[in-house]
């Protein structure tokens, strides 16, 4: 794996290639799907991913190990293919039956450290993807098209220091031009998008401008808060509420390593947390809700990590938060100076913080014993002191795109109806629903309530192609600062849904590369793609494009499934007459922290008898979409009647 990785990145100084193929600015997950999607239909043609950053991964490998999803029937494509190779890599060093498996909930959890490996891995398998690391975009250089929009030619970057700071500090280097006949940008601010010229919006939407319910009565300049996501185990010291669970047993301390005073710490910043303290507001530093434990406002996360680890992350409902409203507003459009102004205070937030609670004498004795029972891991980013080099960007910028994604995208198209309102143009799937850490606070710093929080349930939902794909720049993706509202944006903002976007971003690429074989000219435009043609290659590769509980990426039928299901045929399941009623956005059981089992009144049931309401509708829609289909009237059950119709479907255009 050390070879592979020494081939995949190349050094700052180092001579970039002529032409650079598909360029992918943004190492997310994200990124590296659209990158993978790409790389796998054109083995010849090089994808070329540049990060600001020192390692891959975006935030799946800088302390977002918790994952946000519901229901693991959500995770398809490439994003399940990294649960799986995390799990065989727990079971490879540990054994199949070992705590580790257990606690990487099939692998979805992992440490940092971990799940870069295994980013690295998949990215190793593909010779023809190039990873430059610690390079920023300075400018983008684009030419018009025939149709009065522009394209891409070229984007520039200078080399930045190999440090956590480095990103936001003066360039080390010479700039280096990278051409391409695609580009994506998958960073969680947008900036290549922006930097060609994409329209943005940065904010919130009044209510009345998409009529969504969960927006303020007047738009505003607001994003969503930021923190860091800190990956945290037990000292073996101090007392803390939080439920030792079998994973972290014992909790010996022997992989803790201490909390250091930030650059810049200075405890007078932090003396008027002790009011709060003393104040009996808050009960303790640690918590763990989802774990029955309250009141503190470092939240360590269950279900825990492998090897008696930690995701430790913003709370809800406390007076004192990880999470700095307001801080932040600046960070979309900044220069990298005054981010790394924002940076630095997020930094002193939620390490000097800590750092004060564990040593200042003047903290009360039980809140010092609680903050002394964690400490940083040792193994995970040895060469950063122990912390992650990203911020938690929930929201920055949000291009306007072909498509805009907003609260009626994922709500119910009527009353009644258990499924969220249908896509015809998906290629996505998303479950979480709408997430807001908040956009204002009142109050101080140590004292007060964050405003602008959202939250509550959906049903999984679709998300249409036109959300990452731009009519002004005709060769750009766009997956993770996509078109949508800021209440639609809180519903994608998460690595699963991000991960399914920059795949499809991938194949709708290598799908215009194919249109513009033998000819010299510019590649088509990607808004020329239509969705069924990409639907058609997620469904091969193991993406869904709708949810569906219990026909998974494994099962034969699978891609028959999510073609009819995409065409609609899910529809007249769901408002079949004969189902019991289902309350929207109902889960089903819990499984441990925020993860249940699947959706209720979501199934395909391959083994059903066809009702008539069902037979009539899915015959009506078989004239459109599989004219030539035979033998339907004598089909029983609703696998029998996809599988002809799969048969004889019409093959979706393409151009």
Request: overall charge negative; proline content about 9%.
């Amino acid at each position: 794996m050390l070879a592979a990785l020494a081939l995949l990145l190349v050094p700052a100084a180092g001579p970039p290639a002529a032409d650079a193929g598909v360029v992918v600015y943004g190492a997310t997950p994200g990124g590296l799907a659209a990158a993978v999607a790409a790389a796998r239909r054109n083995p010849d043609r090089p994808v070329t991913v540049v990060t600001p950053y020192g390692w891959i991964g975006g935030m799946a490998t800088n302390g977002l190990t918790h994952p946000d999803f519901h229901a693991f029937e959500a995770l398809t494509g490439f994003f399940l293919d990294f649960t799986r190779r995390t799990e065989r890599y727990y079971a490879e060093q540990y054994g199949p039956d070992s705590q580790q498996v257990k606690d990487s909930l099939r692998g979805t959890h992992a440490g940092p450290g971990v799940a870069l490996e295994v980013l690295r891995a998949m990215l190793a398998e593909h010779s023809n993807i190039v990873v430059l690391t610690r390079r920023r975009v300075v400018s983008v250089q684009t030419e018009p098209t025939e149709n009065g929009g522009r394209r891409i030619v070229s984007a520039t970057f200078e080399p930045v220091a190999d440090t956590a700071t480095g990103p936001y500090e003066p360039a080390v280097g010479p700039a280096e031009t990278l051409s391409g006949a695609y580009f994506v940008d998958g960073t969680y601010e947008g900036d290549l998008a922006a930097a060609a010229g994409v329209p943005f919006r940065v904010g919130r939407e009044g209510r009345d401008e998409y009529g969504e319910s969960l927006a303020p009565g007047e738009p505003d300049d607001r994003v969503q808060a930021y923190n860091f996501r800190l990956t945290a185990t037990r000292t073996g010291e101090g007392a803390s509420a939080v439920k030792i669970t079998p994973g972290e047993q014992p909790a010996d301390g022997a992989n803790a390593a201490p909390v250091e005073a930030p650059p810049g710490y200075d405890r007078n910043d932090y003396l008027p947390l002790l009011e709060t303290l003393n104040g009996g507001r808050v009960k303790r530093v640690f918590c763990d809700p989802k774990g029955g434990i309250g009141g503190g406002f470092y939240k360590a996360q269950s279900p825990v990590l492998p090897n008696g680890k930690r995701d430790l992350n913003d709370v809800d409902g406390t007076p004192i938060r990880l999470s700095l409203p307001t801080v932040n507003d600046d960070w979309p459009t900044a220069d990298p100076a005054r981010r790394g102004e924002i940076y630095a205070d997020h930094v002193r937030h939620n390490v000097g913080m800590l750092y004060f609670l564990q040593n200042d004498p003047a903290v009360p004795a039980e809140f010092a014993e609680d903050a002394r029972a964690w400490g940083w891991c040792k193994d995970e980013y040895p060469t950063n002191g122990h912390l992650p080099e990203q911020l938690y960007v929930r929201e920055a910028r949000r291009i306007e795109g072909a498509a805009v994604f907003t609260q009626n995208d994922f709500e119910p198209e009527r009353p009644g109806d258990a499924r969220a309102r249908f896509q015809p143009d998906s290629i996505a799937v998303g479950d979480y629903g709408p997430s807001s850490h908040g956009t204002g606070r009142t109050g101080t710093r140590y004292d007060g309530e964050h405003t602008g929080q959202l939250g509550g349930g959906a049903a999984p939902y679709q998300v249409p192609l036109g959300t990452v794909l731009t009519n002004d720049v005709a060769n750009l993706a766009v997956p993770v600062a996509c078109s949508a509202s800021h209440v639609g944006f809180c519903a994608l903002r998460l690595e699963p849904i991000w991960a399914a976007l920059g795949e499809a971003a991938g194949e709708t690429i290598a799908l215009a590369e194919e249109l513009n074989e033998g000819n010299d000219g510019p590649g088509a435009a990607l808004t020329a793609i239509p969705a069924a043609a990409v639907r058609e290659r997620l469904h091969a590769a193991g993406s869904a494009t709708i949810y569906v509980a219990d026909v998974p990426p494994s099962d034969p039928l699978f891609p028959a499934v999510q073609w009819w299901g995409s065409a609609g045929g899910l529809t007249p399941l769901d408002r079949d007459p004969s189902r019991p009623p289902t309350k929207y956005g109902t889960r089903g059981p819990r499984i441990a922290g925020q993860y249940h089992e699947a959706y209720p009144a979501h199934s395909f049931s391959p083994d059903a008898p066809l009702t008539p309401f069902v037979r009539q509708a899915w015959t009506e829609l078989a004239a459109k979409f599989a004219p030539h289909a035979a033998g339907l009237d004598e089909a029983t059950t609703r696998g029998e009647f996809v599988r002809r119709l799969w048969g004889s479907r019409d093959a979706p255009v393409r151009n």
